[in-house]
């Protein structure tokens, strides 16, 4: 069966750097979510999109921002990068809608180290 | 604001045991609750979900238990194996517009052979 798909898995970025995560969700799944695991942290939610509208926000810095695209793909766009913002991102989605029924499927992750 | 607690952070069992991992919740107002596995670096996996409205959720030699009310969660795992070493993370989903998970800082378990 078809998951979600993450690139790059692997990101090397300077510090002040800009970066682009790119999040396919499951096929015919509407909402993705996406979240942030500092090393030795649990997950912290960052942000979500349901039907390309932002639905929920979390701890998203400011110099993040993000988007859900007419085919439901999303990107996180990280900008003047810095230490603190290496971490193993995770892009999750579902497939009715923001309802708290539903099941996150997680993709593998992006992990990035800012140097 | 929602809390979830997994205590201990760390276990080490023998092979063969049945053991038991915890996890609570501070606000017992949530739609489901879902157990996680993560293998060091890597994605989590989706064990198990229960929904409020559910006591028990069970795969294989998994069972999770949910009582609400008292906040309480436990992932059940039978004759545990070396292959069952992994970080098992809980998150709940609360109610509201809200929804995203919060997630548990994982219990870090090893089997030993």
């Known amino acids: 069966a078809a998951g979600v798909i993450q690139s790059p898995r692997h990101l090397i970025k300077e510090k002040r750097e800009t970066a682009t995560l790119k999040c396919y969700p499951i096929p015919r799944h509407d909402t993705v979510y996406w979240y942030q695991q500092g090393p030795g942290q649990d997950p912290q939610f960052l942000i979500s999109f349901y039907e390309k509208m932002q639905s929920d926000k979390g701890s998203i810095p400011d110099r993040f921002s993000a988007q859900q695209f007419s085919d439901y793909h999303s990107e996180l766009n990280m900008s003047s990068l810095e230490l603190g913002d290496s971490a193993l991102y995770f892009c999750?989605?579902?497939?009715?809608?923001?309802?708290?029924?539903?099941?996150?499927?997680f993709g593998p992750g992006t992990r990035l180290t800012v140097l | 604001k929602q809390e979830v607690t997994q205590i201990p952070a760390a276990l080490s069992v023998p092979e063969g045991e049945n053991l038991v991992l915890n996890c609570s919740f501070t606000?017992?107002?949530?739609?489901?609750l879902q157990w996680f596995r993560q293998d060091p670096g890597k994605g989590l996996t989706s064990l198990l979900l229960i929904q409020s409205s559910q006591r028990e959720q069970t795969s294989g030699r998994l069972n999770a238990s949910l009582d609400k009310s008292s906040g309480r969660s436990t992932l059940y795992i039978a004759a545990s194996q070396p292959g069952d070493s992994a970080t098992y993370l809980c998150?709940?989903?609360?109610?509201?517009?809200?929804?995203?998970?919060?997630f548990g800082k994982g219990i870090t378990l090893s089997v030993r052979p």
């Open positions: 999750a989605s579902s497939s009715i809608g923001p309802r708290p029924g539903d099941t996150q499927y």
């Open positions: 998150a709940v989903r609360d109610t509201g517009a809200n929804s995203k998970l919060t």
């Open positions: 606000d017992s107002a949530i739609y489901n």
